[in-house]
């Protein structure tokens, strides 16, 4: 009765990890009375990360499940990382009068690419993308007396004020719909 008592202590000592990793810590020391919700290890999974980044009231309608995100690790300014948005909370939180979601990005590391658990990074969600456009700087977009998008263009040494159709734009430039053919010498304001 001992011996089948012992082994099936033995049996339910055994952890087994839900997945490859690195043991980060463990937070126990052996002859430990522990409770079964205590938190003994911690096994880290250094290819396959999350991060949590706290998303603008204004922005979150724009973000959805599976959206591409762009990262970049503080500490890696260099190597930016792909990921995808796979979860956003449906709660809110408040942080110096802002209104903020945390979404989760799953973020997909190369082994050996320098990326620690705990690091800082930023994230860029992809919530628009277009290919083979006509983009200007934003600075070289003006307003006429109507309040309509024009463009100042080269033609020869004459100065143009051109009206244009914007697309999507972003902190640097926009898309160019119409009004401006590739090529064209665009003007930009100056501070």
């Known amino acids: 009765q001992s011996i089948t008592e012992a082994q099936k202590q033995l049996d ?29 290890i911690y096994l880290v999974d250094l290819t396959s990360l999350e991060l949590k980044v706290d998303v603008d009231e204004i ?32 709660l809110a939180k408040e942080e110096s009068g802002l209104v903020l979601y945390e979404v989760t990005i799953d973020l997909t590391a190369p082994e050996g690419s320098g990326v620690k658990a705990g690091m800082s990074a930023t994230a860029d969600i992809v919530v628009d993308e ?18 309509n998008p024009v463009v100042k263009v080269m033609v020869g040494k004459e100065i143009q004020e051109r009206p244009v159709a914007i697309g ?23 501070s």
């Open 12 to 40: 339910w000592a055994i952890i087994t990890a839900p997945f490859d990793g690195i043991v980060a810590s463990v937070d126990v020391d052996e002859g430990d009375t522990i409770l079964a919700t205590e938190i003994i």
């Open 59 to 90: 922005d979150i309608p724009d973000v959805k499940l599976n959206q591409r995100a762009i990262i970049e690790v503080d500490a890696l300014p260099h190597l930016p990382f792909e990921g995808e948005v796979i979860l956003i909370s449906p």
């Open 130 to 147: 277009r290919s083979d456009v006509l983009l200007v700087p934003n600075r070289a977009i003006t307003q006429d007396s109507q309040g």
């Open 168 to 190: 999507i734009s972003d902190d640097f430039e926009t898309e160019i719909v119409d009004g401006l053919d590739e090529g064209e010498v665009v003007l930009r304001k100056t």
